[in-house]
């Protein structure tokens, strides 16, 4: 069934939304931020996906999930979509680990 993948890549990236946004962790916080760490991070992992194409270590494998959109050859659709999640997510997660760490710095201080 074509477009799977992508959709379960764009579920994905709801969800990680709609937790950041319950728990005030990343776009709340630091819109401007957070959109730059997620176009830096997807940029930087996109070109690290090009040089591999060009130098042939990824090549894109055949799955009836996939939307079928390509970008360039090797290439497709969901690659984008996952780079950005990916970022995303890490900010997110450096978000939690942070509040977390901070947290436990004022309890220390308290006691």
């Not at 060009?54 to 055949?62: D, H, L, P, Q, R």
């Not at 390509?70 to 995303?88: I, K, R």
């Not at 900010?91 to 006691?111: G, M, N, T, Y």
């Amino acid at each position: 069934m074509p477009g799977i993948y992508l959709g379960a890549i764009l579920f994905s990236l709801v969800g990680m939304m709609l937790i950041d946004g319950k728990y005030s962790l990343a776009l709340r916080v630091a819109p401007v931020r957070t959109v730059a760490a997620v176009l830096i991070g997807t940029a930087f992992f996109l070109a690290w996906d090009l040089v591999g194409i060009v130098t042939g270590v990824f090549v894109k494998g055949e799955s009836p999930l996939f939307a079928g959109v390509m970008l360039a050859p090797h290439l497709p659709l969901e690659e984008l979509f996952f780079l950005v999640f990916l970022s995303y997510l890490t900010v997110v997660l450096f978000a939690v680990f942070d509040r977390r760490a901070r947290a436990r710095a004022r309890v220390r201080e308290s006691s």
